[in-house]
């Protein structure tokens, strides 16, 4: 039995023989480990409903995404279709299955975004239950969808769960030691760039196809660690210069923390989707996008949300 292919061929069978009645749906599963949208999710918690949840998430999420794009490089194996020809995957999920396949940065997005509250929040059995059942959903949509194999999203699973445990440790000591955010922050650039020095460094498989052309071009499946660097360098740099400088709360009356979501969401995805294809589709330019992401969502945004806490309590301090 191929661990890899056989259970995706399976899976393709039940998917043809249903007329592909439940595609869309997979697909919709999907979206919630699409970066670009898990970001946003959890920034919303970081910016308006719990700083501390927030803030534990991001930096597990820095943590996982560079465990994620290490494997990748390191392993460098091929999408299912690639592997094996008779792998038909649902078109529309193509386009989201960049990098190498193992391990599923989906899964690696979605366990952090399901996982972290689990972990850390102080949310209700049955909501755990359910958040882990929205997991387990993402992690199925990239093997029913074809795109993963179920070793791929078995082990994002469990290697997220895993440095989520580790930083639910170090979190439950920051308050206790005053600089250990920064001994993290400064252990997390350098791994950061390690990897990236070794994604730029290392020698990558090069396999062509009976024409001569390359099947896959190290150069694009490298894009995936670039970004995920990104995205640990941008909230590394920032986390401990919010911590001492700026101190936002979350804070507010209900309307406040909705005009604050729906302002910060509006000014994220306006960067991501407007300011951000500038940088191009490139290594340097993956890796430039998700700094400027993350630097945003820890630190510019709360400077913003500073401003107007202090001047609503200056507002009221002259009313009294």
Not at 95 to 102: D, E
Not at 103 to 122: D, Q, R, Y
Not at 189 to 199: G, R
């Amino acid at each position: 039995m191929n661990i890899f292919i056989d259970p995706l061929l399976f899976l393709q069978f039940l998917r043809e023989i249903t007329g592909g009645i439940f595609d869309s749906f997979f697909v919709t599963c999907s979206l919630f480990g699409v970066d670009i949208i898990v970001i946003p999710l959890i920034a919303i918690v970081y910016w308006c409903l719990d700083k501390k949840l927030g803030e534990y998430m991001l930096i597990s999420l820095s943590g996982a995404a560079l465990v994620n794009g290490l494997a990748k490089i390191t392993a460098c194996i091929y999408r299912p279709w690639i592997l094996d020809s008779r792998i038909h995957p649902v078109k529309e999920a193509i386009a989201g299955a960049t990098g190498y396949s193992f391990p599923s940065g989906h899964t690696t997005m979605a366990a952090t975004l399901f996982g972290g509250p689990v972990i850390k929040g102080n949310l209700s059995k049955a909501l755990k239950i359910v958040l882990i059942c929205c997991l387990i959903l993402v992690g199925f949509s990239r093997n029913y969808l074809g795109v993963h194999s179920v070793l791929d999203v078995i082990f994002a699973i469990i290697f997220t769960f895993i440095v989520l445990i580790i930083f639910s440790k170090l979190f439950d000591k920051v308050e206790e030691k005053p600089n250990l955010d920064i001994i993290i922050s400064v252990v997390g650039i350098l791994i950061s760039i390690l990897v990236l020095l070794f994604t730029v460094t290392k020698s990558y498989p090069l396999d062509y196809d009976t024409t001569g052309r390359l099947i896959v071009d190290p150069a694009i499946m490298a894009i995936d660690t670039f970004e995920y660097a990104g995205i640990a360098i941008g909230v590394f740099l920032t986390w401990p210069i919010e911590r001492r400088f700026v101190k936002f709360s979350t804070d507010g009356d209900t309307q406040t923390k909705v005009l604050r979501c729906i302002c910060g969401y509006i000014s994220l995805e306006f960067i991501i989707y407007v300011i951000l294809p500038l940088f191009g589709k490139t290594q340097i330019g993956g890796f430039l996008q998700y700094v400027v992401i993350m630097v945003f969502i820890v630190l510019i945004y709360p400077v913003i949300i500073k401003f107007f806490q202090n001047r609503k309590k200056k507002v009221n301090n002259k009313l009294i």
